[in-house]
Nanobody, 130 residues
Framework: VQLVESGGGLVQAGGSLRLSCAAS????????MSWVRQAPGKGPEWVSA????????TYADSLKGRFTISRDNAKNTLYLQMNSLKPEDTAVYHC????????????????????????WGQGTQVTVSS
């Protein structure tokens, strides 16, 4: 089983990045997916989640309108389009998968730890310069 994030990098404030998370070794289409980020010296922060079909998406209130989560089940890939980036978006971004049939997460905003998911990626660094 693997979740491999990519697409991170250094970008100027106001710029955009598109993160990808390639999944393998499990039934990707049967799992809700989430992005969680951790900034230097801070605790983890939940960013966004998407249902198995992609029909339902949820975002942290502070990120609504700037970030868009999506998925392509045919390609076993999760995406996060990030626009109007700010220096405070600098963090390591992790993708995570949780079995939709055994979902125990009641509030996505609290789903910030690897133990709350079935699978957790190693993360990709996003750095936004001012």
């Amino acid at each position: 089983v693997q979740l491999v994030e990519s697409g991170g990098g250094l970008v100027q404030a106001g710029g955009s990045l598109r993160l990808s998370c390639a999944a393998s070794g499990f039934n990707f289409g049967g799992f809700d997916m989430s992005w969680v980020r951790q900034a230097p010296g801070k605790g983890p922060e939940w960013v966004s989640a998407i249902s198995t079909s992609g029909a339902t998406t949820t975002y942290a209130d502070s990120l609504k309108g700037r970030f868009t989560i999506s998925r392509d089940n045919a390609k076993n890939t999760l995406y996060l389009q990030m626009n109007s980036l700010k220096p405070e978006d600098t963090a390591v971004y992790h993708c995570a998968a949780v079995d939709a049939t055994k979902l125990t997460i009641t509030r996505w905003a609290e789903a910030i730890h690897p133990y709350q998911y079935n699978y957790w990626g190693q993360g990709t660094q996003v750095t936004v310069s001012s």
